[in-house]
């Protein structure tokens, strides 16, 4: 027997819709490409991205193109998330960090029709725009002032075509099920992956990380994403924010250091989320120059595991909250995040950072497991590692336009590619990428713990362990570390420092320091090019 319940579609555009009529004086807040701060509200913001709608249409646009983006976080952009989507077209974000080469590969493959583009882009894009074969023409995300003189053929000005049509727009109702947007993910190895969003996932998603134990999100936070609206929808803070009609800053393109500061205290931000990499430079900017954030409340690490030290440093030295999370661009992307649970916020200090240290509990809607390499079930016992399996309304379950998938070789389930543990409390963790966990004498040993405890030490900025080929034990950890501004790592001292906090033989082998690490389009370091670069290294125990 069905429930007699109204069967309304889960669409992006209900999101605007609502915040513009409840929360329409909220602000959107953006660092414009240009430098400045761009003010405006939920409901200027809904006029406009019925007007783009309105213009896209007009251009030809129709249900299921891919519209892609080349930009920053900015109020544009935002807009775009909303008129692409509602109106039934993809909304096809573009890592712009990626090399032109890939760019094309992305492009052609996902057969984008039109393109948005920052006017910083601009130049770069006229070097590959031969190449990209399905485009029927650019929109410059800038005003008529501020077009760039460009040889791009069928190019368009984003605030032209608003101010040319109004607003007498009515978002279409459609299967929920449609595609909504779509990202690549950088893969390592082989080409990009299509992730292709639909509205029903991203709705649900959007409900399950604005809540309390995830984003904490409501009227009365502020968020700010540092994490781009390029990668994996911004972990879906945009949409979030609209839904519960929290104040929304945008960073722009200024992500390190003092203008992410400037932002985050001028603004009175309350949650911000965002790869190590950028909490690195935001800690030092605030250590050397005495600046603290008393309105920011929770910031959410994720993308790479969250440093204890890092953990430590916001909660004890600056009272701001941390909250690890992790999750893929296969997953909307959240699937975990660690909230201390009430039962365990009576631990002692370094039993609770045990439980924080974890990429923390499935949120609401996805179901984790653990297998050995047959496929079996393994236990939670916080102990016992495996591959980890996810499955969820928010999972992708396929890739654009690719037959194969060995990721979804199993039945119903993805197979992240990550080695983590369960235990009894809820709690995973991850022990390691499978491609980044270090083999040796048919033992793994977990990079990421390795490099917990080295950036514990006062001179490491940043560490990354990788595998080095060994004769004896097949591979063996190499340590390669950053040093903090004024110091001077002393190897041996570093390499002693793991004594008593891993077992013996998990000890790296070797400790290089080098001046900066290789870090990928999305702020995270690129151990894949440290792997090739070290391939041939030679450990003393060798
Ligand atoms: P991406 O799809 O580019 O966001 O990358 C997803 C991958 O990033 C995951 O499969 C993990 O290997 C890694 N990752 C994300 N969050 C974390 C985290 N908190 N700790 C460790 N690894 C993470």
């Given at each position: 027997m069905h429930g007699l319940m109204m069967d309304r579609p889960l669409l992006i555009s209900s999101f605007l819709e609502y915040a513009s009529s409840i929360y329409g004086e909220q602000e959107i807040v953006s660092r414009t490409v240009e430098g400045g701060i761009h003010r405006y509200t939920y409901a200027q913001a809904d006029n406009r991205v019925h007007r783009m709608a309105k213009a896209l249409t007009a251009l030809g646009v129709e249900s299921g193109d891919r519209i892609a983006t080349l930009a920053w976080n900015d109020h544009r952009h935002y807009e775009l998330y909303f008129s692409v989507s509602g109106m039934g077209a993809v909304c096809h974000t573009l890592n712009p960090r990626l090399h032109p080469s890939q760019l094309t590969y992305i492009m052609n493959h996902a057969s984008d029709r039109y393109l948005f583009v920052d006017p910083t882009f601009v130049k770069p894009l006229e070097a590959f725009y031969a190449t990209l074969e399905s485009l029927k023409g650019i929109i410059i995300m800038a005003d008529a002032a501020d077009m760039p003189d460009t040889t791009l053929p069928n190019v368009h000005c984003y605030e032209t075509l608003i101010a040319d049509n109004d607003a007498d727009f009515a978002?279409?109702?459609?299967?929920?099920?449609?595609?909504?947007?779509?990202?690549?993910?950088?893969?390592?190895?082989?080409?990009?992956?299509?992730?292709?969003?639909?509205?029903?996932?991203?709705?649900?998603?959007?409900?399950?990380?604005?809540?309390?134990?995830?984003?904490?999100?409501?009227?009365?936070?502020?968020?700010?994403?540092?994490?781009?609206?390029?990668?994996?929808?911004?972990?879906?803070?945009?949409?979030?924010?609209?839904?519960?009609?929290?104040?929304?800053?945008?960073?722009?393109?200024?992500?390190?250091?003092?203008?992410?500061?400037?932002?985050?205290?001028?603004?009175?931000?309350?949650?911000?989320?965002?790869?190590?990499?950028?909490?690195?430079?935001?800690?030092?900017?605030?250590?050397?120059?005495?600046?603290?954030?008393?309105?920011?409340?929770?910031?959410?690490?994720?993308?790479?595991?969250?440093?204890?030290?890092?953990?430590?440093?916001?909660?004890?030295?600056?009272?701001?909250?941390?909250?690890?999370?992790?999750?893929?661009?296969?997953?909307?992307?959240?699937?975990?995040?660690?909230?201390?649970?009430?039962?365990?916020?009576?631990?002692?200090?370094?039993?609770?950072?045990?439980?924080?240290?974890?990429?923390?509990?499935?949120?609401?809607?996805?179901?984790?497991?653990?297998?050995?390499?047959?496929?079996?079930?393994?236990?939670?016992?916080?102990?016992?590692?495996?591959?980890?399996?996810?499955?969820?309304?928010?999972?992708?379950?396929?890739?654009?336009?690719?037959?194969?998938?060995?990721?979804?070789?199993?039945?119903?389930?993805?197979?992240?590619?990550?080695?983590?543990?369960?235990?009894?409390?809820?709690?995973?963790?991850?022990?390691?990428?499978?491609?980044?966990?270090?083999?040796?004498?048919?033992?793994?040993?977990?990079s990421i713990e390795l490099e917990d405890v080295a950036l514990r030490h006062p001179d490491v900025a940043q560490a990354a362990v990788i595998g080095v080929a060994h004769p004896k034990w097949d591979e063996r950890p190499l340590l390669l570390i950053t040093p903090k501004p004024g110091t001077t790592p002393d190897m041996s001292d570093i390499l002693a420092f793991f004594k008593g906090k891993v077992a013996n033989w998990w000890t790296p082998d070797d400790v290089i320091v080098m001046e900066s690490f290789p870090i990928g389009g999305t702020g995270k370091i690129q151990k894949g090019e440290l792997r090739e670069k070290f391939k041939d290294y030679k450990l003393p125990t060798a």
């Open positions: 978002w279409p109702e459609f299967d929920e099920r449609t595609a909504s947007s779509l990202c690549y993910t950088s893969g390592t190895t082989g080409n990009p992956k299509g992730v292709l969003y639909s509205h029903r996932a991203t709705v649900l998603h959007t409900m399950s990380v604005a809540l309390p134990s995830v984003l904490h999100l409501s009227a009365h936070e502020t968020v700010l994403p540092v994490v781009p609206m390029f990668h994996a929808n911004a972990w879906g803070i945009p949409y979030a924010a609209t839904m519960t009609g929290a104040k929304l800053v945008l960073p722009g393109a200024h992500l390190i250091g003092e203008p992410l500061y400037e932002l985050l205290d001028g603004e009175g931000v309350t949650t911000t989320a965002g790869v190590p990499t950028v909490w690195l430079a935001l800690l030092e900017y605030m250590r050397g120059n005495g600046k603290r954030l008393d309105g920011l409340q929770r910031v959410i690490i994720g993308g790479s595991a969250a440093p204890t030290s890092m953990i430590e440093a916001f909660q004890d030295e600056f009272g701001i909250e941390v909250r690890h999370g992790w999750g893929m661009t296969e997953m909307s992307p959240v699937g975990s995040i660690n909230t201390l649970k009430p039962n365990l916020t009576g631990l002692a200090a370094n039993e609770r950072m045990a439980y924080q240290a974890k990429q923390g509990q499935p949120v609401y809607g996805v179901d984790m497991k653990i297998v050995d390499a047959d496929g079996a079930e393994l236990p939670h016992d916080g102990k016992t590692f495996g591959e980890l399996k996810v499955r969820g309304p928010w999972i992708c379950n396929g890739y654009f336009a690719m037959d194969e998938s060995k990721a979804h070789a199993e039945e119903g389930w993805f197979n992240t590619d990550d080695v983590a543990t369960l235990d009894s409390e809820g709690y995973m963790q991850i022990v390691d990428r499978t491609k980044d966990v270090i083999k040796s004498g048919g033992e793994w040993i977990s």
